[in-house]
Structures are given as structure tokens and as C-alpha cells.
């Protein structure tokens, strides 16, 4: 089993571009979470998806973020116009069903230059 | 919504001593307690967690003891050893059942 796949690791990006975060659950797994995770901070959940289906995004900010999980294919995490207070750790997690265990990704480290 | 305060933020120990990191939790309606360990760079990973039908779990080095009624849980590791140097992070689900709501962590060094 492969684990949680994140991709790309590293992702630069300049102010108001665009950046798409990929992340491909464990095998079986049909539960994906995504966390941000700022320098000497906890994580704070974003948005908690099934397939084809948004199931909470409380902590997703209310403008220029968006998720997906299609039938096909990685979750994607998606910023439009990105700002330097964008730049995070950004960490998706899977599980099999809701209320099982959480298991991570190694994280995509995007900065905003 | 759920919130979760984790204590201390940071923690020294000496090789061979025990640590203890505490968190508390908001929501009564809470039912599921992880705790994550996440060494520099690398992803969160489980190492014990709890339901909230038992108090107490053990896992070699590593408990968690869980009270309900004061809505706490906290983190033991006995015999420290180096290796066990990372930031350890406790969690709880929220009143949805959607989400783990994580505290903001507790810096765990331990010097030999």
C-alpha cells in the first residue's frame, strides 16, 4: 500500500497565480481531509470530501479556495490568485470510512513569492 | 465548533525521564482522541488514540488516559529516548463526526 500521495512536494508560485495541490488517497480509502499547517502551528482543517461530494468545508476560506474529488482521479486542492499569507503546508489525509483513523500525506510546502 | 488546547507548547526532558502533554476539548459530544507525533519535514503520524468508551490505553512507552467528565486527555511516554524528540499533536473529532480539530501542538525535546 502506497500511502497517501501528495504532489508536487515543493510549489512556488508569484502573487495571483494559480496553485493546484494534488493528493491520491490510500488504496480503499473514499474519505480524504485537507489541513493547513503554518510555522509553529497546528493543523486547521479546510475541507473534508468524498467522492464527488463536499461533505464540510467550515475552514475553507470563503473566496479563492475550492476543492474537488472527482470520480476519477486525485483530490485537488485549488488557489486562485494567491497571496503571500497563502504560503503554508498544506496536508491531505485519507481514511477508509468517516469514522476511522486519519492517515497523512508528506504535505505540499507552497510558497508565494 | 469543537476547539482543542494543547499543553505545554514546548517540553525538555532528559533521556530516560517520562513526559506528559495534556489537551482539552470543547464539545461533550467528542468521542474520538488521537494523538499524532511529527518529526521536522516529515507527515503527522498516528501513534495512539482512544475512544471514549475506555479510560485509559497503552501502548509499550506511550499511554493515553482519557476523563470525560472534565473533558481531558493527555499523552504519557515513559523512559524517553532521543528518537522520541518531535512535536506531538493531541486531536478530537468535532460535533459532526467530519473532522479531527487538532491542538497547536507541544515541541517535545528530549537531550541524552
Known amino acids: 500500500n502506497a500511502g497517501v500521495m501528495q504532489n508536487p512536494r515543493h510549489l512556488v508560485r508569484r502573487r495571483g497565480q494559480e496553485a493546484r495541490l494534488r493528493c491520491s488517497p490510500m488504496?480503499?480509502?473514499?474519505?480524504v481531509y485537507w489541513y493547513r499547517q503554518l510555522p509553529e502551528e497546528g493543523l486547521k482543517f479546510m475541507v473534508y470530501?468524498?467522492?464527488?461530494?463536499?461533505?464540510?468545508e467550515s475552514g475553507m476560506p470563503k473566496e479563492r479556495f475550492s476543492a474537488e474529488f472527482p470520480k476519477e482521479g486525485p483530490s485537488i486542492l485549488r488557489i486562485q490568485q494567491v497571496v503571500r499569507g497563502d504560503s503554508a503546508a498544506y496536508f491531505c489525509a485519507s481514511s477508509r470510512e468517516v469514522e476511522e483513523k486519519l492517515f497523512f500525506g508528506s504535505g505540499t510546502q507552497l510558497s508565494v513569492l | 465548533g469543537e476547539n482543542v488546547e494543547q499543553h505545554p507548547s514546548t517540553l525538555s526532558v532528559q533521556e530516560g525521564d517520562s513526559a506528559v502533554i495534556k489537551c482539552t476539548y470543547s464539545d461533550s459530544a467528542s468521542n474520538y482522541f488521537p494523538w499524532y507525533k511529527q518529526e521536522l519535514g516529515k507527515r503527522p503520524q498516528l501513534i495512539i488514540d482512544?475512544?471514549?468508551?475506555?479510560g485509559e490505553k497503552k501502548d509499550q512507552r506511550i499511554a493515553v488516559t482519557l476523563n470525560k467528565t472534565a473533558k481531558h486527555f493527555s499523552l504519557h511516554i515513559t523512559e524517553t529516548q532521543p528518537e522520541d524528540s518531535a512535536v506531538y499533536f493531541c486531536?478530537?473529532?468535532?460535533?459532526?463526526?467530519?473532522?479531527?480539530?487538532f491542538g497547536k501542538g507541544t515541541t517535545l525535546s528530549v537531550s541524552s
Open positions: 488504496k480503499g480509502h473514499s474519505h
Open positions: 486531536a478530537a473529532r468535532n460535533q459532526a463526526g467530519t473532522a479531527l480539530i
Open positions: 470530501l468524498q467522492k464527488e461530494n463536499i461533505i464540510d
Open positions: 482512544i475512544r471514549s468508551n475506555v
